[in-house]
């Protein structure tokens, strides 16, 4: 049974018929006709029906596919393990709720780099900048979102776009621009250096020092966050980590969080106003936005 | 132990929701085993599998408040997963590979069959799983979700978001093609593989011949999906 010996026979037809995909329809008693009045067909009929059987038996034999340990590891560490301690309201301890920090970005990064890995690092990096851009323009949906509300979604298309995204706007623009509305004239952050050792209770706390100047130095360890285009991908991070569209950053403080240093952005979002402190390592491209803590300001 | 392995899909949506850290970990917990399983097979590639897996409960995770309790919570995590899956192989279809020397790789099958099945059906197996991967996506994730997870027609039409008669005739002419392939591969063994493509092909000549034979009287659906969208 090739399938050749069928000849005359709409084999997706008799498949139909067979699997009781017509029942009920008038197909159904064409079909019949047919299997009873042309021998072609009843040969089909009787070769195919046995045949689709013990595929079916086959199939229903597979053994069980458990997931790997790596996969479910993987899973593990991004839904299972709480990185961090929040406060809802800094001034209350008592009122102090764990919740997870979910490093979307560096996930979203991590494959990124695996898709465009086959074309050139340099592409890669245009890409990135040109999802940052899309994404906090507000058309980041991914496809796998729109399954998750309705029925038709697919998921990752963000990844089509990715690549597709209109990469050389960023460079026009300062630290806290792209993530503005489009359109608007974003006011650039203010950019401090007050190396205040912030904590999971202070951070919600306003600056202590106000030094309104680009130029304000960053110490050492977060040196390369001082050049414009890595802080704005690191801004762009925060804003993909915090999973609630463009953020307007108001400053950018190079300080320490619990002892290390870290660089603290206050912004708001559409899930509200926050204070972020990430590493320095937050911004790498192959990185993520090296999340230490984040907190609701009020 | 899992203080919350006792609570109920859809109460650990909602402790999620609530803030509860935790909930939506022991759901995947719960799960994991099925939707790889799922992916696996539907995608046919590990590493696809395992980003499809990722992306699609990554998703879920950000939209658990927007599920609106249609259907249950497996059944929209199955949902999300397969139509990852699909999504991956569309987009491989939209950005195509080198071809085979054979001509025959199409890209929505799997670049390679399944992990090996025991050493003493082997063969048969490999067979099986290789005429498996070489179905049309939607085919292949209908039979994955019905005749090898076991789920009923019903369930199965709500995760992949179409009718249940659509989701019988996909099962239905993917049984067929597998049919021929497993006929072919293993009576014709030299001849196997310049047969393979007759399976995909040789259902559109047969429906023109229909056309011109006993059926001609009335007007036959055609062979393509359009009759299944029902």
């Known amino acids: ?298 | 132990m899992d203080p919350q392995g006792g609570a109920s899909d859809a109460d650990l949506l909602r402790a999620h929701l609530d803030g509860d850290a935790r909930a939506f970990a022991v759901l995947v917990r719960r799960h994991r085993d099925r939707l790889w399983a799922v992916a696996l097979r539907t995608i046919g590639d590990r590493e696809e599998a395992a980003d499809a897996v990722q992306d699609a409960l990554l998703s879920a995770h950000r939209n658990a408040a927007k599920f609106r309790g249609d259907a249950a919570v497996t059944t929209w995590l199955h949902r999300i997963v397969v139509n990852a899956c699909l999504d991956r192989i569309r987009r491989r279809q939209a950005h195509p590979t080198v071809p085979l020397p054979d001509g025959n790789r199409g890209d929505d099958r799997p670049s390679a069959p399944e992990p090996a099945a025991p050493a003493e059906d082997h063969d048969t197996a490999l067979v099986v799983r290789q005429a498996l991967a070489d179905l049309p996506a939607e085919q292949r994730a209908a039979i994955v979700l019905v005749d090898i997870q076991g789920y009923p027609v019903a369930e199965a039409a709500a995760m992949l978001g179409v009718a249940e008669g659509t989701i019988k005739s996909r099962c239905a002419r993917g049984r067929a093609r597998m049919a021929l392939a497993l006929s072919s591969l293993r009576g014709h063994e030299p001849a196997a593989r310049g047969d393979r493509g007759h399976a995909a092909e040789g259902n559109q000549q047969a429906a023109q011949a229909v056309s011109s034979g006993p059926g001609a009287g009335r007007p036959l659906p055609t062979s393509g999906e359009g009759r299944d969208e029902r």
């Not at chain 1, 972020?276 to 192959?286: D, K």
């Open chain 1, 1 to 298: 049974m090739t399938g050749a010996e069928f000849r005359g026979v709409d084999i997706d037809l008799l498949a139909d018929y067979i699997g009781g995909a017509l029942a009920g329809t008038p197909d159904e008693s064409v079909v019949a006709t047919l299997i009873a009045d042309d021998p072609a067909w009843r040969d089909a009929y009787e070769s195919l029906s046995g045949g689709m059987a013990a595929v079916q038996a086959e199939l229903g034999q597979f053994e069980p596919e458990p997931m790997p340990d790596d996969v479910a590891a993987r899973l593990e560490e991004a839904f299972a393990a709480p990185r961090m301690t929040l406060v809802r309201d800094a001034g209350d301890a008592a009122d102090a709720v764990r919740e997870k920090e979910f490093d979307l970005a560096k996930r979203r990064a991590g494959r990124r780099l695996r898709w465009v890995t086959p074309i050139a690092v340099a592409a890669g990096a245009v890409a990135f900048v040109g999802f940052g851009l899309d994404y906090l323009a507000g058309r980041d949906t991914s496809s796998a979102d729109k399954a998750a509300t309705t029925a038709g979604g697919a998921a990752d298309s963000a990844a089509r776009r990715d690549n597709n995204a209109p990469a050389p706007a960023r460079a026009e623009s300062g630290p806290g621009a792209a993530v503005a509305g489009k359109g608007e004239a974003p006011r650039p952050p203010q950019i401090l250096a007050t190396g205040t050792n912030y904590s999971a209770q202070t951070l919600a706390l306003a600056p202590a020092q106000i030094l309104s100047s680009r130029s304000a130095a960053a110490p050492a360890p977060l040196a390369r966050l001082n050049a414009t285009a890595t802080l704005q991908q690191c801004l762009d991070l925060i804003a993909a980590a915090n999973g609630a569209g463009p953020i307007t950053t108001e400053t950018v403080d190079y300080a320490k969080f619990e002892g290390k240093p870290a660089i603290v952005v206050r912004f708001t979002a559409g899930n509200g106003a926050w204070a972020w402190a990430s590493g320095p390592s937050c911004g790498t491209v192959s990185g993520h936005a090296d999340t230490l803590a984040k907190v609701p300001v009020r």
